[in-house]
């Protein structure tokens, strides 16, 4: 639970950084997807606000790894996250080292809601039951939540 309740908080304040970037700046890349493309060139500066999405999405999932090596409960899909926390690292730095950052954020706006709605499903499951007490409210939460990520996934 307090594993969900760290990445519900972390995804939650990346995505509204994200919101921020795309629809309270000059940055018109969700109304208009295409421009992520216009005027790029191999070398071109990344703006201060966009580098610092990034320095806090790759720090994030940085500490993921060493997080599900060494501080979390071994699970069965462990390694499968570890696999999908040095891919998305990846993809991470080689997009903004190859200056694809504008997309980069487009992307990591539209990955981090479905995020959100993950571990708000996932805390809800965690509880439905409390003190050998089932909760109502709890169990529509997550069916909500399951539903909502199923479609905006």
């Not at 809601?113 to 708000?120: K, R, V």
């Amino acid at each position: 639970m307090p594993e969900s309740a760290w990445k519900l908080v972390f995804y939650t304040m990346s995505w509204s950084y994200s919101t921020y970037l795309l629809f309270f700046t000059s940055y018109s890349f969700f109304q208009n997807p295409p421009s992520v493309f216009y005027d790029w060139k191999s070398g071109m500066s990344v703006p201060i606000d966009i580098t610092i999405a990034y320095l806090i999405q790759g720090s994030f999932y940085g500490h993921s790894i060493y997080a599900t090596i060494y501080m979390d409960a071994w699970r069965k899909d462990s390694l499968v996250m570890v696999v999908h926390h040095f891919i998305t690292l990846a993809l991470i730095t080689f997009s903004y080292a190859f200056r694809y950052h504008n997309i980069g954020i487009l992307v990591l706006f539209l990955h981090d809601i479905n995020d959100i709605q993950l571990e708000f499903t996932k805390l809800n499951v965690y509880f439905k039951t409390r003190g050998g007490k089932e909760y109502l409210i709890n169990d529509v939460l997550s069916n909500m939540g399951a539903i909502s990520f199923s479609i905006t996934w």
